[in-house]
């Protein structure tokens, strides 16, 4: 599970949007999941910069604020993989639970870590109707290595203003399928027991509040 900690520690540099400054797209109209996107950005920011309110209240309104971006469930049930078949509903919506909580808890430790860059929106790409990625790349004032910015896509769903966040690529690697992979062999190491990945998803959580 160590993989997967490292992994994390990468989407929360893109996905948290803690330290990020919201860059308009300057070249065509922007398309309604370029602008959905966007905007979070601004969103997220502005909870995270509130300095008016407690540590644990912008905690809770930033977990709130993740939850209404990203459909959860069907992240989280994703990376069950051929084990949600064997998983009992109880066990489903417990692990459900605990993947929340334990991606909102790690998304918030590393906030800190970046201040000054900015993620722009670069060009969406729609895969079918209603199913669109939208790309963006972090960039960094600070970074004078030459190397191009970190490539970060978002996989979009909805039409008609209405949308949601289903999956994320950081660098060309998907959350939700190495998640599905790294679960998938912590479950094969015990026995297929999801109650045991549930306690470890709570254990690592509680590490990063």
Same mark, same amino acid.
């Given at each position: 599970?160590?993989?997967?900690?490292?992994?994390?520690?990468?989407?929360?540099?893109?996905?948290?949007?803690?330290?990020?400054?919201?860059?308009?797209?300057?070249?065509?109209?922007?398309?309604?999941?370029?602008?959905?996107?966007?905007?979070?950005?601004?969103?997220?920011?502005?909870?995270?910069?509130?300095?008016?309110? *407690?540590? !644990?209240?912008?905690?809770?309104?930033?977990?709130?604020?993740?939850?209404?971006?990203?459909?959860?469930?069907?992240?989280?049930?994703?990376?069950?993989?051929?084990?949600?078949?064997?998983?009992?509903?109880?066990?489903?919506?417990?692990?459900?639970?605990?993947?929340?909580?334990?991606?909102?808890?790690?998304?918030?430790?590393?906030?800190?870590?970046?201040?000054?860059?900015?993620?722009?929106?670069?060009? *969406?790409? !729609?895969?079918?109707?209603?199913?669109?990625?939208?790309?963006?790349?972090?960039?960094?004032?600070?970074?004078?290595?030459?190397?191009?910015?970190? !490539?970060?896509?978002?996989?979009? *769903?909805?039409?008609?203003?209405?949308?949601?966040?289903?999956?994320? *690529?950081?660098?060309?690697?998907?959350?939700?399928? !190495?998640?599905?992979?790294?679960?998938?062999?912590?479950?094969?190491?015990?026995?297929?027991?999801?109650?045991?990945?549930?306690?470890?998803?709570?254990?690592?959580?509680?590490?990063?509040?």
């Amino acid at each position: 599970m160590m993989t997967l900690v490292a992994r994390r520690l990468v989407l929360a540099m893109a996905v948290a949007f803690g330290g990020l400054m919201a860059v308009s797209q300057p070249a065509a109209a922007a398309t309604g999941p370029e602008t959905f996107v966007q905007a979070n950005v601004n969103k997220g920011l502005a909870i995270l910069n509130n300095k008016g309110i *407690s540590a !644990e209240q912008r905690r809770v309104q930033f977990q709130q604020f993740i939850l209404g971006l990203t459909d959860m469930r069907r992240i989280a049930t994703f990376t069950l993989g051929q084990y949600k078949n064997s998983a009992t509903p109880q066990e489903r919506d417990q692990f459900v639970a605990a993947f929340q909580n334990y991606a909102t808890a790690v998304y918030q430790s590393y906030f800190s870590k970046y201040t000054g860059q900015s993620l722009r929106v670069t060009g *969406s790409q !729609e895969r079918a109707p209603g199913d669109t990625i939208v790309q963006t790349q972090l960039m960094d004032p600070n970074d004078h290595s030459g190397n191009q910015p970190l !490539e970060v896509d978002f996989r979009v *769903s909805g039409d008609n203003g209405k949308f949601i966040v289903i999956d994320f *690529s950081v660098a060309g690697i998907w959350l939700a399928i !190495e998640e599905r992979d790294q679960f998938s062999s912590f479950l094969g190491q015990n026995g297929g027991d999801v109650k045991t990945l549930i306690k470890h998803l709570g254990d690592l959580a509680k590490t990063y509040r």
